[in-house]
């Protein structure tokens, strides 16, 4: 029980994110519920007990109050891994979050800004071996040219990520929108 997560849909019931999914802690979602600053929409079959009440752990809850989004997405670390599909791009192989950085194409010190067009996903010994040149400096041509994707484009991405792997009270939320099978 320890590790169950609770799906957090804003107030027009779709997931806050899909990238990554917005979870929170199942001890969060009951503080949520308790302090009356979510819906409860589903729940597991798991019971907690405080010496004056008894609840039953929240699987899916909804925001009370609608939180709206500029429709740009946010410039993270993991949204630049997401964008990239989790690969190097000086290599092209795949890693876990923990095993990538990111790498300036144009090296900071060389006026290179953080921003989606200039920053991409390496692994180390790809980012050290490019160090501060470009990739035509280092003969490390890039797979994919960095841009800055629509939010769209990262819900397709993290949907794909997911694969069956969400709880059976999740799909019809996580879902929503997908193209129904006929």
Partial sequence: MLN????????????????????????????????????????????????????????????????????????????????????CQYCGDGFSTNELTFDHVQPKSRGGRTEWENVVSACAPCNIKKSNRTPREASMPLIQTPLEPSVGVLNRAAKSLHGGDVHHTWVDYVYWDSELQS
Avoid at 11 to 27: I, N, Q, V
Avoid at 31 to 37: E, F, I, P, T
């Fill in 4 to 87: 169950l997560q609770t799906l957090v849909l804003n107030a027009d019931f779709r997931p806050l994110s899909y990238h990554p999914l917005s979870l929170w802690s199942w001890r969060d979602a009951v503080s949520a519920l308790l302090l009356d600053r979510v819906n409860l929409v589903e729940n597991y079959d798991v019971t907690v007990h405080s010496p004056s009440i008894e609840l039953e752990v929240p699987s899916v809850v909804a925001l009370k109050r609608y939180i709206s989004f500029n429709g740009r997405p946010a410039f993270t670390r993991y949204n630049i891994y997401l964008r990239d599909g989790f690969a």
